[in-house]
């Protein structure tokens, strides 16, 4: 009895490897509605009149040669994120970098308008003025807003 059984499933297997092979080598072919002509390794809608069509070992190499492109397009996809990716992250360095940079600038500028020195400011002609008690006060405004923008961002 257990012999029976165990031939039984061993043929029951044999068979559906044969069958599963021999529909791996047909594609279902349909019209559709607006009578455009389709293939595909899956069934058409209920209802939808086709045929199975065997597959030809050329559309085995077509759809290498397809999976093949695709690989190439996913790779030079995946080379342009990372260049993109690369860019992305030089640019927030750069920026980075120039805030460091303006934040060291503002600290210098709010020590020497804090400081008991006279303060020299260049004009837009180009003139070295000396700043008064009032202008002194109103850079020292601007010098501690720089300070809080580029020192605590």
Known sequence: MLKRTLWLMLAVGCCG????????????????????VKYSELAP???????????????????????????K????????????KEQAEQAKKETEDARAKNCEVARKNLQVLQGEAQVVKT????????????QRAEELKKAQKDQDYFCNP
């Open 17 to 36: 490897a044969v069958v599963t092979t021999q529909a791996q080598q047909f594609i279902y072919k349909w019209t559709d509605a607006q009578g455009m």
């Open 45 to 71: 809608p209920t209802g939808v009149k086709y045929e199975m069509v065997r597959k030809s070992s050329a559309a085995a190499g077509t759809e290498a040669a397809l999976s093949s492109q695709q690989a």
């Open 73 to 84: 397009e996913q790779e030079e996809l995946a080379r342009e994120e990372a260049k993109q």
């Open 123 to 134: 004009d837009a002609q180009g003139k070295k003025v000396v700043l008064d008690a009032e």
